[in-house]
């Protein structure tokens, strides 16, 4: 048992407890040795909030017992489990309001570096969602700041409306006390987090607006998600701006949460000046997607389209065969094949086009049709039409799947599914990260309960040896000094206890909670593989009536050349020679990869330069016919001149021989029949 207090006061009666200078103020650095001097201000406020440089400056209304349990666990000399239930203590027994809201952020920080970031999402939310006052303004920026990061971790995870409608207040009130550095980009964060997923869900202007006007004078927190929106629209040249001064302010300079998204600015720059028409930049921004980025099927299939739009077919060929390689092959880029088609019927090399999309019918005819079954049985309503989500685990798990590959792959690449089941696998996760926590707690009261105890014993010896004499002043500070950490540590203990109920409770909520959310997860990956399952079987039927128009193409401009190839036999002779030459050319530079198999008659080779990108040697036989026209016509004349040179020299000789001999007779005249 708790020893009793009443008993142990009444024998040192007369005598006062020393003060535990409740209000003594502490260092404005909050002493923490974790980073520089901080600013003395008149309010609590954090720098780098739930990083690993996390500290504190805290007012004097912080008393100085609080301000050590809070140093004691940025300093990390105690553990969440004390964090989660210091935070209770000083919500419990803070002197103000402002003690109360860092005792509740405390408690959330503990169960955020517990990674249980579900239940200390809710924390943050609730104090970011208060209305703001000046006591209260630093802690509630830092559990924004705390947000931004959870929502950096996981997307899916949502910012509360209550949040989003304080973040006006919250700016409002930030630039008449804290508007500076770390404190505006925690606001700007926030709302560009937020109307990046209003756009991503096609949400009404109005609302996407109103966040707008937060971000204004806010440099790339306003460019990144307006450049989305307006490429979005089609509004290519304001686009471009916003997302190039992003790629001017550089990488290494860009807020981290924007410079994460870099290759998809790249992409949709790429694509929106390749729209407007400057398919050289287009190709420039394309380049710098990275090649381990979930962007670089797309990226790739645009750049083959810059290529071809530039007329540089070795470029377009390369990028379009590196689409059929390894393990891009299994990857849904079907407009790589047409590509190619199309080049290869830009430079007569109609054997190949056709080949070209014979195995675009051949490579895509098993997606087309699973698609086209898919979709019949969803405009048909048919229970029996699989859910996608299991289909897409299945082949997780397994490594194959009735559904082709090209689909699968298209699925996983998918933003929402990975965001998604980040989530999921949380939730699964914190169901094990509750039950670590719990024990960790539970042992961590024990300790409380034994130390108290420990107190209480060595109280009741002393009292015990002290009957019969007087007390020495010594003794009695001594005896008053433990009694004052039994009564602290039994408080503690209770609070303690309390917060031991309390994370069961939320273990409790978001068991029951679990379940429907990752059903809402779940049906959001579900429409979103539904909605690409719809724009790939779309863009499989155009890219068949594209063919079709292709092959039209083939055939008209390959009976032309089987005539002219008839007419001028010698022209196979001349095409090895360019070949011989051509090849020689790229082997100083480059290395070959043999000939593009797939699609090429062995009259094309493939190379790779040193930036680790494709190019093709393929000959261009409509130049070539133009060359060959333009040698053989050379040649002609060439001949001409030369037998015209023989006869003038023919005719010089006949003169001075008739010089010297002029009494000679004329030949007699030939008679012609």
Known sequence: MMIHYLMLTSLIAGAALPARAENAAPSSSSDSGSGGALEARDFTYAVDACGEKERWSLTSVVSEDHAARIRSFFDGKTTAIYAYGDGAFIEKTGLNAEGKVLGQYLNARGLYTATLYHPAREGFDFIASQPPTKASLGIQLAALACLNKISEKFPSIPVSPGVVANL?????????????????????????????????????????????????????????????????KREFASAITDLESLVAIGEKKLPPSIAAHMDEIYLTLGRATELSGDHEKGIQYLRKVDKDSNYTVRALTELAWNYLMRDDYPNAIGVAVNLQKAGFSRTFSPESLIIMAMTFNEICQYPSSFRSIRFFYRNYRDSHQWLTDWYARRIKKEADNPELYVLLTQYAKRGKSSVPSQVVSEWARSTVFVSHQDEMNLLVDEKAAFAKFKKRQYDEAKDI????????????????????????????????????????????????????????????????????????????INRDLASRNVRMLGRIRELIENAYLVQVEIYNGASEDIVWRNAHPDYKDFLGKLKGESQAASQETSWNWGPVKEVSDGTGEVWEDELDTLRATLQDNCSNRDKYVALTLREAQRKQAEEEKVRRKAAEQKAIDDAKNPGLPPPPAQEIR
Not at 186 to 194: M, R
Not at 486 to 491: F, G, I, M, Q, T
Not at 500 to 506: A, P, Y
């Open 168 to 232: 006006a207040p919250l700016q409002q009130l930030a630039k008449s006390v804290l508007w500076e550095g770390e404190s505006q980009a925690l606001v700007w964060n926030a709302a560009q987090f937020v109307v990046r997923g209003l756009i991503g869900d096609e949400k009404p202007q109005v609302e996407i607006d109103k966040l707008f006007s937060i971000l204004e004078g806010s440099g790339p927190y306003l460019s990144f998600p307006r450049g989305l929106l307006r490429a979005q």
């Open 449 to 524: 309960w034994k130390k108290a105890n420990d107190i209480s014993k060595e109280l009741r010896e002393r009292i015990a040896k002290a009957k019969g004499h007087k007390l020495e002043e010594k003794e009695k500070l001594q005896i008053r000094a433990q009694l004052a950490e039994a009564k602290r540590l039994r408080e503690y203990y209770q609070i303690f206890s309390r917060a031991v109920l309390r994370i069961r409770e939320q273990e409790k909520r978001l068991a029951e909670l679990a379940p429907a959310r990752v059903r809402y997860l779940v049906e959001g």
